[in-house]
C-alpha cells in the first residue's frame, strides 16, 4: 500500500470512529467505508441502547429506520450481537448502561436475555436490587448468577484472609512445604556442616542434601466475630463483601462467625454464614435504619466479651437516635468486647459516612475506619495472634 493510500485508509478509520460515536443522525454527513457490514451491525448495536438518550422507545426507533434495514434487533438478538462485537469491557460498560441509565429492567426479567448477560458484581448488584421482581425460572437463574459472582469473589479474596490467619511463621518446627518464603537458612547451613569438602576449591564448599524449611504455625483459641450488617441501598458493595468474608471466616477453625444484617429490623443469618448465595438473596435493600437496635440484638450474642469481637459495617447515618447508639456501644467497649464500625467494607473502601458519630465512637475506644477485606482479615488476624 502506497502513503497516498494508506493516509486515505487512516482517515476513513477516523471517520468510521466518528460515525460511531455519531450514530445514524450523522449518516448524511460521514459514511462508512464501502461495504463495511461489520461497522453497520456495530451501529446497530450502539444505536438500539443509545438512542434512548433521545428518549426514543423501540417503536420509534423502528419509525426511524422505516423498514430500510433487515430483521429489527430484539434483547437477547442486540447482546448476542453486543458480544460478538465489542470487547468484554465494553459490553460490561453498555450492559450497566442499560440497566442503570435506560431502566431496561427487562433485561433481568425474560430468562433468555439472563442468561446471556455478563456475571460480574455489577450484574449482582443490579439483581440484589431487582430480585422482588423475579419469580420462577428468572430467580432460579439469578441464583446461579448470585453463586457465581460470590464465588469469583471468595476466590480472589480467600488465599490472602487464609494466609493473614496462619501466616505466623513457626521456626521451631520445619515444613514439607517448600517455598522460598519459608527457608531456614541458619538450619540448612548447621544440618549440612558435615557436608563440607574443604578440598573443593580454594574456600572449600557446603553441599547441601538436605534443604530446610519454616513451618507455618496454627496457634490460636476461638473468638467469637459477630458480623453485624447495615443493609441500606447506600451499602450495597459493603454488603456483598460482608456476606462474602463471613461464609470466608466461617469456615476458618479459629473463629465462631455470627452474620446480622439490619435496617429498622434485625435478621440473625447466621445460620446461612457458609452461604453467601443464601445471605445475599435474604438482603431487603433500603428503609430504615436502626443500628442501636442491631448492636442491642449483637450484644446478646456476647459469651465471653474478651474473645469476642463485633464488626459493624454501616454509614452511621442512625435513624434510631444517636443516644441509644453511644449508650449501646459503650456497654459493648466497656464489657472488654473488642467494637470495630467500618464505614465501608469493599474493594475500594471509600466511606460516605457520619463523620460526627464516627468520631464519638473512635473516642469510646471503637476502631473506626474503612477496610478492604484483605485489610479487615489482617486486622483480625493480628487481634486473635
Partial sequence: ??????????????????????????????????????????????????????????????????????????????????????????????????????????????????????????????????????????????????????????????????????????????????????????????????????????????????????????????WRVIICVDESGSMLDSVIHSAVMAGIFARLPMLDTKLVIFDTNVVDLSGYVDDPVETLMSVQLGGGTNIAGALKYCEGLIDYPFRTMIVLVTDLYEGGGYQNLYSTSKGIIESGAKLVVLTALDMEATPNYDKNAAAVLADMGAFVGAMTPEELSEWIGKVIA
Fill in 1 to 222: 500500500m502506497s502513503d497516498g493510500q494508506q493516509a486515505i485508509s487512516d482517515e476513513q478509520e477516523v471517520l468510521n470512529r466518528w460515525r460511531l460515536v455519531l450514530g445514524k443522525y450523522a449518516e448524511e454527513q460521514i459514511s462508512f467505508s464501502a461495504g463495511n457490514a461489520q461497522l453497520m451491525d456495530m451501529e446497530n448495536v450502539l444505536d438500539y441502547l443509545y438512542s434512548r438518550e433521545y428518549g426514543e422507545d423501540q417503536g420509534l426507533r423502528n419509525e426511524r429506520k422505516g423498514g430500510s434495514e433487515g430483521s429489527q434487533l430484539t434483547i437477547p438478538k442486540w447482546l448476542r450481537q453486543m458480544k460478538t462485537l465489542f470487547p468484554k469491557r465494553t459490553v460490561e460498560i453498555m450492559e450497566r448502561h442499560a440497566l442503570e441509565k435506560y431502566g431496561m429492567t427487562e433485561l433481568l426479567t425474560d430468562p433468555d436475555v439472563l442468561r446471556k448477560l455478563e456475571p460480574n458484581k455489577e450484574l449482582l448488584k443490579t439483581i440484589l436490587e431487582l430480585k422482588h421482581m423475579m419469580k420462577g425460572e428468572v430467580l432460579k437463574l439469578a441464583r446461579e448468577i448470585v453463586k457465581k459472582v460470590a464465588d469469583e469473589i471468595t476466590r480472589k479474596l480467600e488465599k490472602e484472609v487464609r494466609a493473614s490467619f496462619f501466616g505466623q511463621i513457626n521456626r521451631n518446627a520445619s515444613s514439607p512445604v517448600k517455598s522460598a518464603r519459608n527457608l531456614d537458612i541458619k538450619k540448612t547451613i548447621r544440618m549440612n556442616l558435615k557436608n563440607y569438602d574443604k578440598n573443593s576449591g580454594e574456600d572449600g564448599q557446603l553441599i547441601l542434601k538436605n534443604v530446610y524449611f519454616n513451618s507455618r504455625m496454627k496457634k490460636f483459641n476461638q
